[in-house]
């Protein structure tokens, strides 16, 4: 079995890959781009250039990014580790690179208000629109030298209104040069 670190994973919070996967699988949940498309072979509606997506996860198994080592991830349980919040405060990630990719975006996701958490997470559970992206301009991929992101890289955002309890903050690191992106999932308590 391979052992080595891969590619990407939130550091900071603790996402739910770092907390209960050895590393190299936490930084290996890797899936097609695009959340919350279902379908591959999309064309980055702004960069055209950019290599289309391989099949995002299919609902049910996004907090692994479908991968079987990962499944566990999946579950709905009432007992993952929560980092603790409020609606409308400012939160800051980190991600760290083993493997740094040409990146066009990150995309941040909040499970909608009434969501259920004894279901499997799929795009339902979510709201149709990121409630934070930060986006990469250069273009073409190939000859853009700005595309490689920082290690770490830290992003700064203001949470939506949730009401008090478990929520599920989704993260999608987004690829330019793959047909694929980086999932973590963190599990938030809203005081």
């Known amino acids: 079995m391979k052992t080595e670190p891969r590619h990407g994973l939130i550091t900071e919070p603790r996402s739910r890959a770092q907390i209960y996967?050895?590393?190299?699988?936490?930084?290996g949940l890797e899936a097609g781009?695009?959340?919350p498309a279902a379908q591959a072979g999309m064309s980055d509606p702004y960069a055209s250039t950019d290599v289309p997506n391989a099949e995002p996860p299919a609902d049910g198994r996004i907090a692994s990014a479908g991968k079987e080592f990962a499944a566990?991830?999946?579950e709905p349980r009432g007992d993952w580790s929560k980092h603790p919040v409020a609606s409308g405060q400012e939160l800051?990630?980190?991600?760290?690179?083993?493997?740094?990719?040409?990146?066009r975006r990150w995309n941040y996701f909040l499970t909608r208000p009434g969501w259920d958490p004894q279901a499997p997470l799929t795009r339902a559970q979510f709201d149709a629109e990121p409630f934070h992206t930060v986006q990469l301009s250069g273009e073409p991929y190939w000859s853009s030298d700005d595309l490689v992101p920082a290690n770490p890289t830290t992003h700064t955002m203001r949470?939506?209104?949730r009401s008090p309890g478990h929520h599920v903050l989704l993260s999608v690191w987004e690829v330019?040069?793959?047909g694929y992106a980086?999932?973590?999932?963190i599990d938030l308590d809203f005081a």
């Open 21 to 27: 996967l050895q590393e190299w699988q936490a930084a």
């Open 33 to 35: 781009k695009f959340f």
């Open 72 to 74: 566990a991830l999946d």
């Open 92 to 103: 800051t990630l980190t991600w760290s690179y083993h493997a740094p990719h040409k990146t």
């Open 159 to 161: 949470l939506p209104e």
């Open 176 to 178: 330019a040069d793959t």
């Open 182 to 185: 980086f999932y973590q999932v």
